[in-house]
């Protein structure tokens, strides 16, 4: 197996009864690439995504995410990767240095590191002031940034971002690009899933997924440059309606 | 009249769709009556007991006979000594011991009294009332036969001081109690939900932003659930009568009266609960809480208001429940006519009258 | 038949969730309110429909002022809030015919008005809400908020969560409305949906930005945008960023969109520095400005 693939997926299918909600896809993601994940509600990207984390067993096929199978090594793919949703991310009623705290325990840091990381992450991301307020009370662009610092907490080889960016305003939302870009120049690979198609433009690499299975994958440029659009956005639609 | 019967038609799909919600509807009142009837009993059967009789005479043998006889008590033990009583009563399986004095017989005939003690387990105090009850009726049953065919008479005093009515039931009692219980949960908890829920999907939203008026929705909202609690109401009082041989000594109009108006009041408490409440959690812990444990323990349902601390008698006034158990008692097991109870159904009138009017204005037209 | 606003402000709390608001939609357009989550959208649009009471300020719908006639603004504005609002657990037919009793009025009566849009769910009515894909459920709930034939339509962030394709054929629709009359503000957070419609008022932390029509507003970009790219995205940025003439540097999908400060800015001495800093591949082009990259100048 090439080390410098983190993920590898070959044949991955699940079937929930008669239904082929993941149709034997195949693909690889390097490390320190930003991967997107595309496709519509129902086309079978969290089910796909929910194999690789290692909470549901595929039907067939094989998977290795980083360097773990996902049929006997759930477990260890656990604490090697990551994971941010716009829906759960942070414990709104902890102050942020209690959350880093918490999960910071979850993944088994000592306390000397948690130290370290917190006020890591309070310098970093410039949280001297708040970090001792409540993070409900917090907006919403900065709780994404916490989080994902959080999601990195234990330096994991993959973060598995769902929809990371929908909904804040442009600003904020290219500084949290900045903060993605960042750890994949370090070295995290960034596996991100999503409907919006604006956040698959900053993606290095994007497959997407119609009823099952992968039915583009490819570099940004490249898909538009084939479907001849000047949007990922068009890119979905042309593909989306055959 | 068109919006109104659209919306009350909308709300029984609600009620319809929601299987589980209907079998707790429907179902809680048959369990908890079942329950009550028949599980959560004051009758007793075949209670071990042990028997130490220090007379050993023909009067004690034959009142032991009469107790092995009946089918409360089986006498499992004979005890010799006083030292051997706590013994038994460790063990754990004897609920009583009977103590019969020296020369019971002899001090019966010379003294015209005798004493037999009765020892009861008393770690479950309502067995043991209903233990020593049975005895002593025993004793009493016992006592007549003698007088009738001897001419002196004579007296066996028992210790125990309680008067127990075999005749009486224990489900009898609870009747009345389970059916307030049950309409009170029914009405206000399911309204309080229901409307909650519009606002928690925010459907209430878009109702708001109608044409269609405060007063139309909770109506709307109110007059499904009269019609359950009445069907609720009517198979409670079926159950009692069919499966516990419970008669209405009453007027059955009255009684069908007497429930409305008390669903009614129900009703509004719901309503007022869902305008406090944001989620349906909220709504389901408030009417928990702030109503089912007050008719619980405050209605006299359970505990007797008259032996209750003066504050919380006073607060007891306040519970609508209690009003409606004293009316239910007394149209079911007394059969009286409103004659007697139109002080506590004026009572109800005017708490009912009372929310209504609260949560008609308290009802939001905006959304804060 | 349009919207006023005069001076709207409100406050919860502790936080100021809109600030002195106003503008005008005229009749029959499509004006939109583009801005990200908490700007102060939702708030703007409950007390329009008359479910929340401004603080300061009023607003008139149709004419009707929306405390005193809140009545009749009730009868005639459809609204479709935020959040899915409609009965899961009633079949689609079910929740149309509901909407349209509590309306007074039937399906029948206005069916011209929604037949383009219901004739696509129609194979499903007798569905539920709750098991429908985001793309019906969305097309339900456009179909109950019109079923009355508002004057004024308003629609709060219709095509959130919803995929690509559905969110295509939603603002279609939403062109074929106008075209029968109907007044219709929307909210989005998607800034790709600005350009679809007549106006829009770009809003942020309560405030509006600004309003024009989508293309004036793009035209009015003070500064020439380029599209800069080189091999490592990351080095690209950060050395953009300690480039000392940049006057704004943003991540824009593949590329970075770099402003300079300098009136007669040379790309080419750009690339130079680039070079020196050890990227490779380096391109830089002029390219246009969009709605994002306003809204961005506005709110820095």
């Known amino acids: 197996m090439n080390s410098n693939k983190v993920i590898q997926v070959k044949g991955l299918t699940k079937m929930f009864g008669d239904f082929t909600a993941v149709n034997a896809i195949t693909f690889a993601v390097e490390k320190g690439e930003i991967f997107g ?3 519509a509600n129902g086309a079978g990207k969290t089910t796909a995504m929910k194999m690789l984390i290692g909470i549901s067993n595929p039907t067939s096929g094989s998977a290795h995410v980083a360097g773990f199978d996902v049929f006997t090594q759930a477990e260890d793919i656990k604490k090697n990767i990551g994971y941010m949703s716009q829906k759960f991310a942070l414990y709104d009623d902890l102050t942020v240095k209690e959350n880093i705290t918490f999960f910071g325990g979850i993944y088994g840091l000592s306390k000397l590191k948690i130290k370290e990381k917190t006020k890591e992450m309070i310098d970093d991301l410039g949280l001297e002031d708040v970090a001792n307020q409540l993070v409900g009370a917090l907006p919403l662009g900065w709780k994404q940034k916490i989080s994902f610092s959080v999601a990195l907490l234990h330096e994991p080889k993959i973060v598995f971002l769902d929809e990371p960016t929908g909904g804040v305003d442009p600003i904020t939302r290219r500084q949290f690009w900045e903060m993605i870009y960042r750890a994949a120049h370090q070295g995290t690979t960034i596996f991100v899933t999503t409907h919006y198609m604006d956040e698959a433009e900053y993606c290095d690499r994007v497959s997407i997924m119609v009823s099952g299975k992968i039915e583009a994958l490819d570099t940004p440029k490249k898909l538009k440059e084939q479907f001849q659009v000047t949007s990922m956005n068009d890119v979905f639609l042309k593909l989306a309606r055959g | 009249m068109k919006r109104f019967i659209g919306f009350v038609t909308k709300e029984f799909y609600h ?59 089986s006498i499992i033990q004979l005890i010799e000594r006083e030292d051997d009583i706590e013994s038994v009563f460790k063990k754990g399986n004897v609920k009583a011991v009977l103590n019969f004095e020296q020369d019971f017989s002899k001090n019966l005939i010379k003294e015209r009294q005798a004493t037999v003690q009765i020892l009861t387990d008393a770690t479950d105090p309502n067995t043991a009332n209903t ?75 878009i109702l708001l932003v109608s044409p269609i008026k405060p007063f139309q929705v909770i109506v709307g909202k109110v007059f499904p659930y009269i019609f359950l609690s009445v069907i609720n109401a009517i198979i409670i009082v079926l159950l009692s009568i069919f499966i516990f041989k419970m008669p209405v000594q009453g007027s059955l109009i009255l009684l069908a009266f007497e429930s409305i108006l008390f669903i009614v009041s129900a009703l509004a408490l719901g309503i007022l609960i869902s305008t ?69 159904t004026l009572i109800l009138i005017g708490m009912t009258v009372l929310f209504m009017g609260i949560s008609v204005k308290k009802y939001k037209i905006r959304l804060e | 038949m349009g919207i006023s606003i005069n001076h ?16 005008d939609v005229k009749p029959n357009e499509l004006f939109g309110l583009i801005g990200p989550d908490g700007a102060g959208k939702t ?124 969110r295509k ?68 940025i950060m050395s953009l960023k300690a480039y000392p ?56």
């Not at chain 2, 005093?157 to 309409?183: A, D, Q």
């Not at chain 3, 809003?203 to 509006?208: A, K, L, S, T, Y």
């Open chain 3, 169 to 236: 054929e939603f603002w279609d629709m939403l062109k074929r409305l106008q075209q029968k009359n109907i007044t219709i503000l929307v909210s989005t957070p998607y800034m790709d949906e600005a350009a679809l419609c007549d106006r829009i008022a770009l809003i942020q932390d309560g405030e509006i930005l600004q309003i024009d029509t989508p293309e004036t507003i793009v035209k009015q970009y003070p500064k020439t945008i380029y599209n800069v790219n080189a091999s490592n995205m990351y080095q690209l």
């Open chain 3, 245 to 300: 003439h940049q006057y704004s540097v943003y991540p824009f999908g593949e590329f970075v969109h770099y402003t300079d400060t300098r009136d007669g800015f040379n790309p080419d001495e750009l690339k130079q520095y680039l070079q020196a800093q050890n990227l490779s591949n380096i391109t830089i082009e002029k390219t246009q400005a969009t709605i994002e990259d306003s809204f961005m100048e506005f709110a820095k």
């Open chain 2, 276 to 344: 406090i409440s944001a989620t349906q959690q909220t709504a389901m812990m408030i009417s928990l809480m702030g109503l089912m444990l007050p008719v619980i323990l405050l209605s006299g349902f359970i505990f007797p208001i008259s032996s209750m601390p003066i504050p919380l008698q006073f607060i007891s006034h306040a519970i609508p429940a209690k009003w409606f158990i004293i009316i239910l008692k007394g149209i079911m097991l007394k059969g009286v006519g409103l004659e007697f109870i139109w002080k506590e």
């Open chain 2, 131 to 205: 233990i020593s009850n049975y005895v002593n009726s025993i004793l009493k049953k016992y006592q007549q036969e003698q007088n009738k065919a001897i001419t002196i008479n004579y007296v066996i005093v028992s210790e125990p001081r309680m008067v127990y009515n075999p005749e009486l039931k224990s489900v009898y009692m609870f009747v009345p109690g389970v059916m307030t219980i049950i309409l009170m949960l029914v009405s206000a908890m399911m309204t309080s939900i229901s409307i909650t829920r519009e606002k928690e999907l925010g459907t209430m939203e």
């Open chain 3, 43 to 166: 708030t703007l649009f409950r007390i329009l429909t008359t479910l929340l009471i401004a603080n300061e300020g009023n607003a008139t719908i149709a004419g009707y002022d929306v405390i005193h006639d809140f009545k009749e603004i009730r009868k005639h504005v459809g609204y479709m809030p935020g959040k899915f609002s409609l009965y899961q657990d009633l079949t689609i037919e079910e929740n149309l015919k509901f909407f349209a009793t509590i309306f007074g009025t039937t399906i029948d009566e206005n069916y011209d008005l929604i037949k383009d849009i219901y004739v696509q769910i129609e194979p499903f009515k007798n569905r539920r809400a709750g098991k429908l894909s985001g793309g019906m459920k969305q097309k339900l709930a456009l179909c109950c908020a019109l079923i009355h034939k508002p004057k004024v339509l308003f629609l709060d962030e219709p095509t959130t969560g919803v995929d690509p394709v559905s």
């Open chain 1, 37 to 39: 994940f595309l496709g």
């Open chain 2, 15 to 73: 009620i319809f769709r929601d299987r589980r919600s209907l079998f707790i509807l429907f179902g809680m009142p048959i369990v908890q009556i079942l329950l009550f009837g028949f599980a959560i009993t004051n009758e007793i059967n075949n209670v071990d007991i042990a028997i130490l009789d220090h007379s050993n005479d023909a009067i004690t043998k034959e009142i032991i006979n009469k107790i092995s006889a009946s089918k409360y008590f």
């Open chain 3, 8 to 23: 709207i402000s409100k406050s919860y709390k502790h936080v100021k969730a809109l600030q002195d608001i106003s503008f």
